[in-house]
Nanobody
Framework: QVTLVESGGGSVQPGGSLRLSCAAS????????MGWYRQAPGKGRELVAI???????SYAESAKGRFTISRDNAKNTVYLQMNSLKPEDTAVYYC???????????????WGQGTQVTVSS
């Protein structure tokens, strides 16, 4: 059993910053790609940023220059530093990770429960 637990969401004024964290725990053998997605009210889930196990990053155009994804492999944790937040960044942010279980050896795509980010004055 593998779980992803997110933290760090909240409410912030436009121009503010937040740092999201997501820790993977359980029967983990290997952690491959880790990333963040978001879903705004009435919209579909979209990719925000992804970080591969080799260190390559990819960002949504809306996140470039403002958000930074990083990870601590020793802690199986991925972070999303969000600066210069805008009202349109308001959404539920979900952590995603491609993890192989130590019990089966197979890779599975896992999702966190989501954390709310609200940007409003």
């Amino acid at each position: 059993q593998v779980t992803l637990v997110e933290s760090g969401g909240g409410s912030v004024q436009p121009g503010g910053s937040l740092r999201l964290s997501c820790a993977a725990s359980g029967s983990i053998l290997n952690v491959n790609d880790m990333g963040w997605y978001r879903q705004a009210p009435g919209k579909g889930r979209e990719l925000v940023a992804i970080l591969t196990s080799s260190g390559s990053t990819s960002y949504a155009e809306s996140a470039k220059g403002r958000f930074t994804i990083s990870r601590d492999n020793a802690k199986n944790t991925v972070y999303l530093q969000m600066n210069s937040l805008k009202p349109e960044d308001t959404a539920v942010y979900y952590c995603n990770a491609y993890i192989s279980s130590s019990t089966t050896g197979r890779f599975t795509n896992y999702w966190g429960q989501g954390t709310q980010v609200t940007v409003s004055s």
